[in-house]
C-alpha cells in the first residue's frame, strides 16, 4: 500500500514563509503526478501545485493563480519527498494541506493517494 506523510505544517506567521515535506512509500519517480492541494473551512479542496512528469525526463510544474508568484514545488530524489515552499504568506492560505501522487494505470484510468493532511495556520 503507498503512502504519503506530510509533515511541516503549524502556526506561521502572516508574510512568513513555510515549508512542507511529503514523504512516500515508494520512489516518488513512481509517479505521474506529484501535488500538493489545500482545503480551507468551508470551502472546496483546491489544487496549490503540482508536478507533473511529461516523459522519463522532463517535467513540469503547475501553480494556483493564488501561489503562483510566491511558492514553489519541488522532488527530492534523496529523501523521496515532494516539497512545497510558500512564501509571503497570507490569512488565505490558511488550510489543510494534502499532499498527492497520481498514477496511471491506463489510458483514461488513474489511481490516487493522498496523505492524511497537515494543518497550516498563518497568524495575523
Known amino acids: 500500500q503507498v503512502r504519503l506523510v506530510e509533515s511541516g505544517g503549524g502556526l506561521v506567521q502572516f508574510g512568513g514563509s513555510l515549508r512542507l515535506y511529503c514523504a512516500a512509500s515508494e520512489s516518488i519517480s513512481r509517479f505521474n503526478i506529484l501535488g500538493w492541494h489545500r482545503q480551507a473551512p468551508g470551502k472546496q479542496r483546491e489544487l496549490v501545485a503540482e508536478?507533473?512528469?511529461?516523459?522519463?525526463?522532463?517535467?513540469?510544474?503547475t501553480y494556483a493563480d493564488s501561489v503562483k508568484d510566491r511558492s514553489t514545488i519541488s522532488e527530492d530524489y534523496a529523501n523521496n519527498t515532494v516539497n512545497l515552499e510558500i512564501r509571503n504568506l497570507k490569512s488565505e492560505d490558511t488550510a489543510v494541506y494534502y499532499c498527492?501522487?497520481?498514477?496511471?494505470?491506463?489510458?483514461?484510468?488513474?489511481?490516487?493517494?493522498w496523505g492524511q493532511g497537515t494543518q497550516v495556520t498563518v497568524a495575523s
Open positions: 498527492n501522487g497520481r498514477v496511471r494505470r491506463a489510458a483514461t484510468r488513474w489511481q490516487d493517494y
Open positions: 508536478i507533473i512528469r511529461d516523459s522519463r525526463t522532463t517535467s513540469s510544474t
